[in-house]
C-alpha cells in the first residue's frame, strides 16, 4: 500500500520567508501525488499534483513541489510566504485505481503558522 | 471542475442518535468517496461509493455503523449510526475529475456528538 510521511505537524514561518513543507512517499510503483490545502472551516483545496510528468510542479498562489524519486520526496516550497497561507496542508499520494478514479492516501498533515 | 455540496454543514447530536450527511453534485460521476476526518488528525477513507451497487468499506468501518445510499449518479447519503463521541469529526465527500487524476471535496460536515 502506498503512504505518505509528513516530516512537520507543524511549521511557523515570518511573513515574506520561505516556506518549506517536507513530505516523504512510499510507493510500489511511480505514483501520482497531490499537495492539498485546507483553511480553517473551509473545504480542501488543490494546491498542485504531479502525475508522471515534469518533476518540478507549480501550483496556485505560488506554490510548487519537486518530486524527487531517488529521494522519494515531494517537498512543498513558497519563496515567500503571505499572511493568508497560513493553513493545514496535506501531501497525498494516489493508491489504487477503481473504475477510473484514484484512492487517494493522505499525511497526516502540516499546519503552517505566518508570523507578522 | 465539480461542485459539491453537503448539508448539513455542523450539527450537534445526542450519543445514541444518527445523522445522514447529504452530497450533491452538480455533474455526473460513478464514483464518490467519502472521509472522515477526526479531531487534529488527517482524512481516512470510510468508504467508496458507487451507483447501483453496494459501498466497499475500508478497514476499521462497517456499513451497519455507516451505512451509505447511492441512488444516482449526482447524490449520495452517509449516515453515521447510533453516534457516541468518538464519532465527533468532519465528514466529508469527494468525487473525481472526468481524467481520474484529481479530487474534488465538499465543504464538510462538523459533528459533534454529546
Known amino acids: 500500500a502506498q503512504s505518505v510521511t509528513q516530516l512537520d505537524s507543524h511549521v511557523s514561518v515570518s511573513e515574506g520567508t520561505p516556506v518549506l513543507l517536507r513530505c516523504n512517499y512510499s510507493?510500489?510503483?511511480?505514483?501520482?501525488l497531490f499537495w492539498y490545502v485546507q483553511h480553517p472551516n473551509k473545504g480542501l483545496q488543490l494546491l498542485l499534483k504531479?502525475?508522471?510528468?515534469?518533476?518540478l510542479v507549480k501550483g496556485i498562489n505560488g506554490f510548487e513541489a519537486e518530486f524527487k524519486k531517488s529521494e522519494t520526496s515531494f517537498h512543498l516550497t513558497k519563496p515567500s510566504a503571505h499572511m493568508s497561507d497560513a493553513a493545514e496542508y496535506f501531501c497525498?499520494?494516489?493508491?489504487?485505481?477503481?473504475?477510473?478514479?484514484?484512492?487517494?492516501?493522505f499525511g497526516q498533515g502540516t499546519r503552517l503558522t505566518i508570523n507578522p | 471542475s465539480a461542485v459539491i455540496s453537503q448539508k448539513p454543514s455542523r450539527d450537534i447530536c445526542q450519543r445514541g442518535t444518527s445523522l445522514t450527511i447529504q452530497c450533491q453534485v452538480d455533474?455526473?460521476?460513478?464514483?464518490m468517496f467519502w472521509y472522515r476526518q477526526q479531531p487534529g488528525q488527517s482524512l481516512t477513507l470510510i468508504a467508496t461509493?458507487?451507483?447501483?451497487?453496494?459501498?466497499?468499506?475500508e478497514s476499521g468501518f462497517v456499513i451497519d455503523k455507516f451505512p451509505i445510499s447511492r441512488p444516482n449518479l449526482t447524490f449520495s447519503t452517509l449516515t453515521v449510526s447510533n453516534m457516541s463521541p468518538e464519532d465527533s469529526s468532519i465528514y466529508l465527500c469527494?468525487?473525481?475529475?472526468?481524467?481520474?487524476?484529481?479530487?474534488?471535496f465538499g465543504q464538510g460536515t462538523r459533528l459533534t456528538v454529546v
Open positions: 504531479y502525475t508522471s510528468a515534469a518533476t
Open positions: 461509493a458507487n451507483q447501483g451497487s453496494e459501498a466497499t468499506y
Open positions: 455533474s455526473q460521476v460513478t464514483m
Open positions: 469527494s468525487v473525481p475529475d472526468g481524467g481520474g487524476t484529481e479530487a474534488f
Open positions: 510507493s510500489s510503483y511511480s505514483p501520482s
Open positions: 497525498v499520494v494516489s493508491d489504487m485505481i477503481i473504475q477510473g478514479a484514484q484512492k487517494l492516501v
